[in-house]
């Protein structure tokens, strides 16, 4: 096993209401290999308290495809968290 | 170069949707009927006159997630071509925001493709509109996609 823990750095993709919260539509966050959809999702609700709120009524994709919340992160991944949709 | 297993065309824009060009791009000698879904922007939502709309997406996931659905569409229904386009920015009254076209050579099959289209649109791509009227907006209500509940089994490390 490492002794230094290892980081993964991810981009983050906000939208609708949240891109609005968030400030920017398009953000980065460091954090551990192997941590999930749902744990850097705290990460930004740490910075932003209002996000919070939001978590049950959202979806969350990695790489362009809808991700369960458990969904563990790599170096690199695309991850989006996604209000309802409401096109059409 | 790889001839298309379907020549379908999606597409996103921020000018005006030219359903004529959508239109004549599924029509082919062989169908007796193109259906088309012309969705318009509403002057009222909830009881209240709406001024505009805003549309964003996630497009380079939307763009997929519409493949996706036409793809689904040729394998449940015996239907021809699709065409699918979506408008983004800032639409008017009246306006187009999205239009689909679908033709088959008989023509309960490009009927009910069609219907399919715009519902699976409407519940699985990420789209969304902002509702403007006076003194404020919102964001309208939307549907939550379908996800996967819990992550896949882990892949073996390669």
């Known amino acids: 096993m490492p002794v230094v823990s290892q ?5 983050v993709l906000f939208f609708g209401r949240l891109k609005e919260i968030a400030g920017q539509g398009e953000d980065s966050a460091e954090i551990a290999a192997g941590a999930t959809i749902e744990q850097l999702f ?4 740490s910075r932003r308290p209002e996000l919070a709120k939001f978590r049950a009524s959202l979806a969350a994709s990695r790489n362009q495809e809808f991700a369960a919340w458990s969904t563990p992160l790599h170096t690199g991944d695309e991850v989006a968290f996604l209000p309802p949709v409401s096109g059409g | 170069m790889t001839v298309p297993l379907h020549d379908d065309q999606i597409l996103f824009t921020r000018e005006a949707i030219e359903a004529a060009a959508l239109i004549g791009h599924v ?4 169908d007796g009927a193109v259906v088309t879904f012309d969705g318009c922007v509403r002057n009222h939502s909830h009881g209240r006159p709406t001024l505009y709309l805003d549309y964003e997406a996630y497009e380079s996931m939307a763009l997929v997630k519409m493949q996706e659905i036409a793809v689904e569409m040729h394998t449940k229904f015996p239907i021809h071509r699709v065409a699918m386009a979506h408008r983004l920015g800032r639409l008017q009254i009246g306006e187009t925001s999205v239009f689909i076209a679908v033709s088959s ?6 009927f009910e493709a069609c219907r399919f289209a715009i519902d699976t649109l409407k519940r699985t791509v990420p789209i969304w509109k902002k509702e403007y009227f006076e003194g404020g907006a919102v964001w309208a209500d939307g549907e939550l996609p379908p996800v996967p509940a819990e992550a896949p089994a882990r892949k073996s490390a390669s």
């Open chain 1, 42 to 45: 705290t990460v930004f609700t």
């Open chain 1, 7 to 11: 980081t993964v750095r991810v981009k």
């Open chain 2, 27 to 30: 029509r082919g000698a062989e």
């Open chain 2, 105 to 110: 050579p008989h023509r309960p099959a490009a």
